[in-house]
């Protein structure tokens, strides 16, 4: 009778730990398919590396100057593309467009440390 039971429960924990886990995934595919808002930046990439222990994610950081002088606003962004990466790090410095999606609420910092996803990078002239 206790093995019975120990059996029930055994098997129920396992039933819960497998619906949390298809939750989980269920949440994150539907955070990473479904965009909050779409969007461009202008301006030029000051920082721009490969991070992260486990998951390594290419991470960004865009000066934008509104006026000769004035202090330019930090856009920070991510970079799930590796191509779109290497055209990043080619146009360093320099004046760039790049154009953005936004995943709101996105679990772990293995897909991006930010909620902005750069998916196109232009050179400005």
Not at 31 to 56: E, P
Request: glycine share 10%.
């Amino acid at each position: 009778m206790k093995t019975t039971l120990l059996r029930k429960v055994l098997g129920f924990l396992v039933g819960l730990l497998v619906l949390a886990a298809a939750g989980v995934a269920l949440y994150t595919w539907g955070a990473l398919k479904f965009t909050y808002s779409t969007g461009d930046r202008v301006g030029y990439v000051q920082k721009f590396s490969k991070k992260g222990w486990l998951c390594k994610t290419w991470e960004g950081e865009l000066a934008m100057v509104t006026l000769p002088g004035a202090i330019p606003e930090k856009f920070y962004f991510s970079v799930r593309d590796q191509g779109t990466a290497d055209e990043i790090n080619r146009l360093l410095g320099r004046r760039v467009y790049l154009k953005y999606v936004q995943h709101r609420g996105v679990p772990t910092t293995c897909f991006g440390e930010t909620e902005y996803f750069v998916d196109a990078v232009k050179l400005v002239e």
